[in-house]
């Protein structure tokens, strides 16, 4: 038996390990393969001197992958000239300006979904929900998922794509079924809100250390995600099981993002009161939002084959993974009642009612009316003032909200999200202890505004 050390170049994440490990290790006469990306190394156990892999062998496997190996430590060359890594910034910082754009654009207010609307709708409706900020999670994960693949899986376009078959095949299969019983069940699979944040924060911390992976910061390159299946590395290497897992789980999650667009789409399935029309409607729903996903894995399948782009695409995928991630993280803790940018935003600026018909009035001595108008991505009036104790009538005005202003969530006032149809909507609850409250949408993305209950 003998052993034998060589020093790596061009490892980047924790995929890169299973890709090199696993490749070594089903060599001839290999007893023990052991790769560390932040020793940038691999230790090689062999039967004998005949079945170690020479220098050149290494090379020679690897070459068209990317990595170097050498008998000496290397010095670390800087894969990026200024030049390179500026223009990824200003195109980074042109996506995050066009996703606010649509996020809050009334493009989007035309796309609405009722009981009585046809598949067709749906489908334009999931498509409406791809431009919106409900992909900033969605397509994280796309982009997360097909990162790690391209390091471990084969070089054939056809290979390359499957991480996209399985994620949105998942997605798709997921939505179809539980849909489904969605309409035959009623609310029996629905999460609650404050539990839908949860997993969505956990979801979104992966995406971001695989983003600072990517980025190369060392701290999170000794977090071993391994989302290409060292996580099931305890199933034999050629099963491919493992591999493929994590597309498929990801894929699955997504029914529960609390989305406004998602949550209305759920809740037309849940009042179809039929397993067909509910997996009708969600499957139509999320074959609809395929097209902004294949335009991203596309996109990441072309730039990482190209040599001359794939550094450059690997910094602009991690740099929209982490935003995509530390967006959707913000917006979650408002969820859980946790200080996030939004709440901060509403408690230190005091803004006047911008619509002084609105406003909260009582109508009774035991009762009063709440009055709230929802018009594109924001809510009026700003400020909102109630008395404790007293049945309170929640008035919500729907003058074309967009996306996941949709799904009103009057966090510590009602427990649910209201998902909102055009014109007058209302729900009752009792007005809660004195104190300052505040409301936005579902995914907390939607500017706070204030309740304050006297």
Known sequence: MIKKTYFIEGMHCSSCEVFIER???????????????????????????RSMPSLHKLNQMFNKDGYSFSEQKQKQAQSLSLKNILTVLIVFLLIVVIFFTFNGSLLLSNFYVDSSSNLPAFFLFGIAAGLSSCAALVGGLLLSVQEGWVDVKDTENKRRFLPF????????????????????????????????????????????????????????????????????????????????????????????????????????????????????????????????????????????????????????????????????????????????????????????????EINSQIVTPASQVMQMEVKGFEYFPKTITIKSGLPTKFEITDNGSIGCARAVYARGLYPDAILLQPGLNSVEFVAP??????????????????????
């Not at 490749?23 to 001197?49: C, F, P, W, Y």
């Not at 009623?186 to 992966?206: E, W, Y």
């Open 165 to 356: 078959l399985l994620f949105n095949g998942s997605r798709i299969i997921t939505f179809a079924v539980l849909g489904g019983l969605l309409g035959a069940l009623g609310g029996f699979i629905q999460l609650s809100v404050k539990v839908s944040a949860i997993l969505t924060i956990l979801i979104s911390l992966l995406m971001f250390i695989i983003g600072m992976q990517m980025l190369g910061v060392k701290l999170f390159q000794k977090i071993s995600l391994n989302f290409s299946g060292r996580m099931v590395n305890s199933v034999t290497t050629e099963n491919q099981i493992k591999s493929h897992l994590i597309p498929i789980v990801f894929g699955a999650i997504t029914f529960f993002v609390p989305c406004g667009f998602t949550l209305i789409a759920q809740t037309q399935a849940l009042e179809s009161g039929s397993f067909f029309r509910g997996l009708s409607v969600l499957t139509a729903f999320a074959l609809g939002t395929l097209p902004v996903l294949l335009l991203i894995s596309y996109s990441s399948v072309k730039f990482y084959k190209d040599p001359k782009f794939s550094n450059s695409f690997r910094l602009l995928s991690g740099l929209l993974i982490i935003f995509f991630a530390v967006f959707t993280i913000n917006s979650q803790f408002g969820i859980l009642q946790l200080p996030n940018l939004g709440s901060i935003k509403a408690q230190t600026a005091e803004i006047p009612l911008t619509a002084p």
């Open 23 to 49: 490749s070594v290790r089903n060599l001839k006469g290999i007893k023990k393969v052991d790769v560390s990306l932040t020793k940038s190394r691999i230790v090689i156990e062999a039967e004998s001197h």
């Open 433 to 454: 202890a004195a104190g300052t409250y505040q409301i936005s949408c579902s995914m907390w993305m939607v500017e706070p505004i204030t309740v304050i209950v006297e």
